[in-house]
């Protein structure tokens, strides 16, 4: 098995960082206090809160506002009115969504794995964690940070930034006013991230030199889609060097999906990696790909082992993120912060 890498310009970074995922949501539910434990106990420079609105306007943590698979909320009865068809980002989606709910209304809720047929060990924690708050976040690692002796970063996502603005339910504002309400976040590096651009750019006006440790992440999905705000081409246009140059106007990072540096074969292994890297650096730009994963499942072909596709294959991801560090990014999220320290040591 063998990897084809071009030399990459040296990184931007100091170090390559470790983000945790939704914290280790590989080994505990997604977005809950104890993912984030575990994610920074098993070595994260930085911890993963996808933010959503609640419907009075608390920013709380989960990776959709559509909350059926996340938590335990169809086994409520008294919320079943509540279910509803809605249209986010152009796409129709059927379920129970925080901004139908008051946050002491989330807190009866209780967290539940996302991925069960894949990650059966994690569904033995469901019911045991609440919905938490991006302020409760934030004091967490402040008091993780304090015990520990290390600065632990928070790298939030604005999650369907226009819908939400849409619904008179804006979050770039108040996400900076809770970083700012809070003495760690005040000097704790932070990066705010979106898949849109246009509230980067507001992001970007608002911050001025007022806060040196906020730094912006230009998230890209897939090359033939847009932004949903459409405020920008596709995000094929934004990662050619033309467009990456635009991007530095306003945003300090890219987040591409790791198979945009290093795309499959038709048969699924690791191809030719792209000139992603490179032309970011060039922008000046650091890259900060998503998301490495240690079951077989998400593994590249040629990683993978014969223990099944749910199985955990921590040879495998290491071997697979080291063959992404060798094209020179500067920081990568895992659900598995552990495992993305082993392959950092050499």
């Known amino acids: 098995m063998s990897v084809q890498v071009e030399a990459a ?69 008294e919320f079943a009115a509540r279910r509803a068809t809605k249209t986010i980002d152009g796409v129709s989606v059927t379920g129970w969504f925080t901004e139908d709910f008051t946050l002491a209304e989330l807190k009866t809720l209780r ?61 770039e504002d108040r996400t900076l006013a809770t ?11 932070v990066e705010i991230q979106s898949f849109e651009v246009g509230n980067l750019k507001y992001l970007r006006g608002k911050l001025g030199k007022t806060h040196p440790n906020v730094t912006l992440l230009q998230l890209m ?19 050619t060097p033309a467009g990456l140059k635009e991007v530095a106007t306003y945003a300090d990072a890219i987040g591409p999906s790791v198979r945009s540096i290093i795309p499959l074969t038709a048969d699924g292994s690791l191809g030719t990696p792209s000139a992603l890297v490179r032309d970011a650096h060039a922008a000046h730009l650091q890259v900060h790909p998503y998301t490495f994963r240690p079951e077989n499942h998400f593994l590249a072909r040629n ?44």
């Open 9 to 77: 310009d040296k990184p931007l970074a100091a170090k390559v960082l470790v983000i945790g995922h939704r914290g280790a949501s590989a080994l505990r539910p997604e977005h809950t206090l104890a993912s984030y434990a575990k994610a920074i106990e098993d070595g994260a420079d930085f911890i993963e809160p996808d933010l959503v609105s609640t419907k009075d306007g608390s920013l709380v943590a989960r990776h959709e506002n559509e909350i059926s698979g996340t938590t335990d909320v169809a086994a409520h009865p």
């Open 303 to 346: 990683f993978r082992n014969a223990d099944g596709d749910a199985a955990r294959n921590e040879a495998g991801s290491i071997a697979e993120i080291r063959a992404y560090l060798a094209t020179g990014i500067d920081a990568f999220f895992t659900d598995d912060p552990a495992i993305g320290r082993k392959a950092l040591a050499r």
């Open 221 to 239: 999905e897939s090359p033939d889609a847009h932004p949903a705000d459409r405020t920008a081409p596709t995000y094929a246009v934004m990662m």
């Open 179 to 189: 970083i700012d309400a809070h003495t760690y976040t005040r000097t704790a590096p």
């Open 111 to 171: 967290a539940r794995e996302r991925l069960p047929e894949i990650r059966k060990d994690n569904a033995h924690y469901d019911g045991q964690f609440q919905v938490p708050t991006f302020d409760e976040i934030i004091d967490f690692v402040a008091a993780e940070s304090a015990a520990r002796g290390r600065v632990v970063g928070i790298i939030p996502e604005i999650k369907h930034s226009t819908y939400f603005a849409g619904i008179g339910l804006p979050m």
